[in-house]
């Protein structure tokens, strides 16, 4: 294989036992990642027909948690570890979806020389994987479950190896040596119980959260993987990395210094921190936000967060810092609209409504209701969630699930209370955004890709015509085309060229297909590239040809994103996506939809000019949906009837093998 | 590789077989935790009383600042990169050691271990070849001559910092250390003290930085320094967003 890759990828059924090996080479084709992790997912699970993808708990799910070819190459910010599976946290069904996370276990993975590990069956107790460079074993975990995620990382570690204090002497592993510690990816008390709120967590602060693939972690009595490793990645230009590493860092004020800040392995951005709360890490400098009205609760609050298991966006109750006054809300937002609405917000609501309380419609117990906004009332949250206790048995699984149960998801999801854009995931920014709102229903919630926010805003300097027009050289291969970043939502134009027209098709195509191939299978951090303001696409092709020596063009690259995102396509239409089970919630067609705008706001064309606005009153119309959703499937090369791909789409993506599987369940798209 | 002239260090030649044979006659000099220069290290290291041979200081010290480290490793990365031409942490020759997870609280949750270019190499002083010599063609750099080093791991031994500032290479059988750049084959600039090292010039937070006087040599605080830039102004993530937040709300209505 070209430089990158470790060539062998752990395949572990915890049913029997079984440990073995994939040849990474035979998903080449899908670059990396997310890209081999949705082909396997596809070969291991969805191709043999035997299992009806409806509950992501089945032992036949398969957990691919995979690592790019860029990863502990040197190259920053592409260390990213994928994990995809079918998701527990999606609703009404549980759908294909992904999430990832950065931190130091997916470059560790590379240097013990594996390019990932998929997870099979279901362990009949708990259990923990142990990787020490090329020797795999499935450990007991009878002590660890239970713990926290702080304490099963240590107890692990000093299992593992780490016999000398840490900093203080490098120790060997078979014929290597390393001062490294091992690095974990593992579950809390929460994934254990199955929260399909769970989030997969590494270190001290570093969460994957968005598909709940931590609960599957947990429906598999999977409680950790350890790795630590000592290898080599061969690349295939070495100077060629450091040269782009040092290209890239001539761009001036790119980079803080400022003591305190602190990266993933080995990224250049430090947006992190090096805080005293999270064991010294955070997860990215948001998280501090995210749990209290107190900055010191708030730090202990999410610390509290991390060693339970669950991602504080998941629980966010930071209102107030992100909202916004929406002329012609409904009443229940109370003039308030929250940019990021998940179980916070949500309880928030039925506190405020008077609905929830000690023997209210919905009886808290045992939450502390005295004790709102307090950090013992989050760790109470906590525990009653991690243990399902009380309230907390339905607020494990999930908002929508928990309205089911209480006789309100009709209601709530009708009057906006439900404010989740899209299968039940949390809301995070969207609209005005609205190639990030289309990518929730398309996809299988939040994206959580900022790629286009920065890029369409007011410029600082020229026309905002002119800004877009250099936007619009970037867009490879939808080039030229500055509708494309037309947000204008209402009237004739919104079909003509906004967000209801074949324009805004490209640019969500753009969105998906270098997501699905720079972000998620490359491993970049999304928060790190693209730079469509300044180094993209170059960036990244300069540092793909450095490690693996591959000449592919820019075009090319983001043909193999299209090809992961037919390929992603066609394994929910096998568990029965379709046009009609794509759509938003209620909320995003009424006024309010939209929240406060950065960046100066999005631009839009109307009466023949450009102008930037922060749409505080945009919100989505259902016709205009349906429209945009047709020029989509025709942008994609899926059938208007059903948004299936058909076979000529994935022929031509060389995804012919799919072809079979999908007519034989009557779900290949009509020509 | 370019091979300079050595002048300080130069032993005969000494094979690791005939090395391993006769025994060694060193005395780890690891045991005593924290390196303190001079007639105490230097006589714990030499059974022999005999006074410590002196060797002309280099004239390049990274220095650092533990403060400002992202702990992101990618000096780690440049350095085995540039010198063995694969990534691999275990071959950097510096080494940055985060504490997750241990979780030790910041400032002391990472490690920085960097090759001091001792005034008193004991690692030359005690490698039983000569491999491990002082380079005074190229600013009295420390280095090991791949080529000549036998292995023993005398030089690891030796090495009074905890972790050893000498690395060892599993897939050559050698002993390494910062040299400076002097000869790294994969690095497309000038190395040495008077030129460039790849850590330094990689470094996002310029937490790294060459100087030309020899740092206190007594303890860490030499070496672990100030280099954080002024202060910005009181503007951090969080209250951007709120400031845009007001933005909003002010133009919105």
């Known amino acids: 294989m070209t430089g990158g890759y470790t060539g062998k990828i752990i395949r572990v059924n915890l049913t029997t036992k079984e440990v073995g090996t994939i040849d990474t080479a035979k998903y080449e084709e899908f670059g990396g990642g997310y890209g081999m992790g949705t082909a396997i997912f596809w070969d291991l699970a969805v191709s043999p027909g035997e299992w009806d993808m409806k509950d992501a708990y089945d032992p036949r799910n398969v957990l691919p948690i995979m690592v790019g070819p860029l990863a502990a190459t040197g190259v920053p910010g592409a260390g990213r570890t994928s994990v995809c599976s079918l998701s527990p946290e999606t609703f009404p069904t549980c759908e294909f979806w992904r999430g990832n996370l950065g931190g130091r276990f997916g470059t560790m993975m590379k240097l013990a020389g594996w ?13 923990w994987i142990n990787i020490i460079n090329d020797q795999v074993k499935i450990e007991d975990a009878k002590e660890l479950w239970g713990l926290d995620t702080w304490e099963t990382q240590n107890r692990i570690t000093s299992m593992v190896g780490g016999k000398t204090r840490y900093g203080e002497e490098w120790y060997e592993i078979g014929s290597g040596s390393t001062t490294a510690r091992p690095e974990i990816l593992l579950i809390g008390p929460i994934g254990e119980t199955k929260s399909r709120l769970a989030a997969l967590i590494t270190g001290s602060g570093v969460s994957a959260r968005i598909g709940g693939h931590a609960a599957v972690f947990g429906s598999k009595n999977l409680k950790a993987i350890s790795v630590i490793g000592t290898n080599s990645i061969q690349v295939s230009d070495p100077k060629g990395i450091l040269e782009a590493r040092l290209h890239q860092m001539q761009s001036p004020g790119s980079f803080p210094t400022q003591p305190g800040a602190a990266s993933c392995m080995p990224c250049l951005k430090g947006d992190r921190r090096r805080s005293n709360y999270y064991g010294g890490e955070t997860m990215c400098a948001c998280q501090g936000w995210l749990s209290s009205h107190k900055m010191s609760d708030s730090d202990r609050a999410a610390e509290a967060l991390i060693k339970y298991g669950l991602s504080s966006w998941s629980a966010h109750f930071h209102v107030d810092m992100f909202s916004q006054n929406i002329p012609g809300a409904p009443a229940l937002f109370r003039g308030k609209v929250p940019t990021d609405s998940g179980l916070g917000w949500y309880l928030q609501y039925l506190k405020q409504e008077g609905l929830l309380g000690p023997g209210k419609e919905i009886d808290s117990d045992p939450l ?46 009708d009057s906006g209370a439900l404010r989740l854009t899209a299968w039940g995931a949390t809301a995070h920014w969207t609209m005005p ?68 027209s074949p324009h805004k098709a490209k640019q969500v195509a753009w969105s998906r297909h270098y997501s699905s191939f720079w972000n998620e299978s490359m491993a970049f951090c999304e928060m790190f590239l693209p730079e469509l303001g300044s180094h993209s696409p170059e960036m990244e092709t300069m540092y793909y040809k450095a490690v693996t020596g591959k000449d592919d063009s820019f075009a090319g690259t983001m043909r193999i994103g299209q090809k ?86 994935l022929e031509d993506l060389g995804l012919g093998r799919m072809v079979k599987t999908l007519r034989d369940s009557g779900k290949l798209g009509a020509a | 590789m370019t091979k300079s002239k050595k002048v300080e260090g130069k032993k005969e030649s000494v094979s690791r077989r005939d090395f391993l044979k006769t025994g060694s006659t060193v005395i780890a000099a690891g045991a005593l935790g924290v390196y303190a220069s001079g007639s105490t290290s230097t006589a714990l290291a030499n059974p022999d009383p005999v006074e410590a041979p002196s060797y002309a200081p280099s004239t390049g010290y990274i220095v650092w600042d533990s403060r400002l480290c992202l702990g992101c490793q990618s000096c780690m990365y440049a350095c085995s990169l ?30 920085m271990s960097v090759c001091r270019q ?44 905890r972790p ?76 951007f967003f709120q400031q845009n937040s007001d933005d909003s709300k002010k133009k919105g209505e």
């Open chain 1, 433 to 500: 955004w609205v190639e990030w709102a289309y990518a929730y229903i398309l996809g299988a919630g939040d994206p959580a890709w900022h790629g286009f926010m920065a890029p369409v805003g007011k410029p600082s300097e020229g026309t905002l015509e002119q800004s877009l027009e250099k936007l619009s050289k970037r867009t490879i291969p939808y080039t030229d085309d500055i509708f494309m970043f037309n947000y204008a939502w209402k009237g004739e134009e919104a079909w003509k060229t906004g967000i209801y």
């Open chain 1, 368 to 413: 502390p209701m005295d004790q709102w906004g307090e950090l013992s009332f989050r760790q109470a949250l906590l525990d009653a969630v991690a243990n399902r206790t009380g309230i907390g048995d339905a607020l494990a699984e999930g908002c929508c699930r928990a309205a089911e149960k209480w006789g309100r998801l009709e209601k709530d999801r």
């Open chain 2, 164 to 239: 050893h500032r000498t690395v060892w290479n599993p897939e050559k059988d050698i002993s390494m250390k910062c040299d400076l750049c002097v000869d790294a084959p994969y690095w497309g600039r000038e190395g040495g003290p008077n030129g460039y090292q790849a850590c330094v010039e990689i470094c996002p937070a310029k937490a790294l930085k060459l100087v030309h006087e020899p740092p206190l040599q007594t303890d860490v605080t030499g070496y672990d320094v100030d280099l954080a830039p002024p202060p910005p102004p009181p503007r951090n993530f969080m209250n």
């Open chain 2, 118 to 161: 001792c005034v008193t190499p004991i690692c030359v002083q005690n490698c039983p070849t000569g491999a491990c010599y002082v380079d005074t063609e190229n600013g009295n750099v420390r280095r090991i001559d791949p080529n000549e080093c036998i292995g023993c791991g005398t030089c690891i031994e030796s090495c009074p910092q």
């Open chain 1, 115 to 127: 390019d990932g590990v998929v997870v099979e069956g279901k362990a009949d107790k708990p259990v």
């Open chain 1, 564 to 649: 992961i995102w037919t390929l992603e396509r066609a394994i929910r239409v096998m568990h029965g996506r379709s046009r009609q089970t794509e759509d938003f919630f209620p909320y995003m067609y009424m006024p309010g939809a939209s929240g406060f705008a950065i960046y100066g706001g999005v631009p839009v064309y109307e009466k023949g000019k450009w102008r930037s606005d922060l749409a505080p009153d945009m919100y989505l119309d259902r016709k205009g949906v349906d429209d945009f959703k047709t020029h989509f499937y025709a942008l994609e090369g899926w059938d208007k009837e059903h948004g299936w791909p058909t076979r000529k789409t």
């Open chain 2, 82 to 111: 540039t010198h063995e031409g694969v990534a691999n942490p275990s071959l950097s020759r510096i080494q940055i050691i985060r504490d997750a997870p241990s979780f030790t609280k910041y400032p002391y949750d990472i490690t």
